[in-house]
């Protein structure tokens, strides 16, 4: 069984990284690393020496040398032109303006990512040279070419169906980004030979829009286990931008880092810090 644990380096890893990494380190009979670094406005290089920093304290050493997705950019291309060649595709010229301001309209859809503004232009190859733009998912167009949206099988053996509503026109290539978390993802895992992809429960929304790229693009089917969040006591998420409590913080405060993976794959949790709902 191939796991993976795909931080980003955006900030420094807290318990809830260190649950999930403890987790797919005790599953996986092989463990990858990944960074996923292609944030190119929020990934640094101290973050990921942080990382590496981190699960060195914590005892989890990655079975070879880290994978890099800044380093692996052509496969990501290659995958996205093989999805243009399909015709499933298109450029999205809209800023982050233009989309918010289409959902909040009184005739925009509010229960969707986005409105498909872009969806029926015409190509035209001199405004893609000329402006920055994006490639979307014309999920309509995969899910046919699909034979339906496919479902995905958990650890536990159950099964789960996924909805066109949980897909939409998903970015697939940003303007500054040569390929967006779900291609890069999928590739990736197909890749490496990833077969139980071990991840938190609020990347689940993910999974249908990664399954219907695997179905499109020829590439297998892992298994997902999806685990609950460690939270604050009071429910609160664990999460970067809230400044959550870091691994350096407890290293620095004392704490033993390999008893810590021993609690945490156990299900025991420091004090003041819960699993949530899955």
Sequence with gaps: MITRFAPSP???????????????????????LRIEDL???????????GIREDLDWLGLAPDGEPIVQSQRTHLYAAA???????GLVYPCFCTRADIAASLTAPHGDAGSAYAGTCRALPDD??????TPHSWRLDSAQAIARAGG????????????????????????????APSSYHLACVVDDAESGVSLVVRGADLRPSTPVQRLL?????????????????????????AKRDEAP????????GVDGRALVTALTMGNLPTGY?????
């Design 274 to 278: 819960r699993l949530g709902l899955p």
């Design 10 to 32: 955006t900030g420094r890893l807290h318990l809830g990284h260190a649950y999930s990494a403890a987790l797919g380190r005790r599953l996986g009979t092989r463990w990858l």
């Design 246 to 253: 870091t691994l350096q913080a407890m290293r620095e405060a």
């Design 125 to 130: 190859p001199e405004r893609r040279t000329s």
């Design 149 to 176: 949206v496919p479902g995905w099988r958990e650890q536990d053996g159950s099964l789960h169906q996924g909805t066109p509503d949980m897909i939409g026109d998903a970015i697939l290539a940003r303007k500054d």
């Design 214 to 238: 695997q179905t499109l693009l020829g590439l297998p089917e892992p298994t997902y286990l999806h685990h609950p969040l460690v939270t604050h006591e009071d429910g609160r998420r664990l």
């Design 80 to 86: 996205l032109e093989g999805l243009k060649e399909m």
């Design 39 to 49: 944030d190119p406005g929020r990934a640094r290089p101290e973050f990921v020496e």
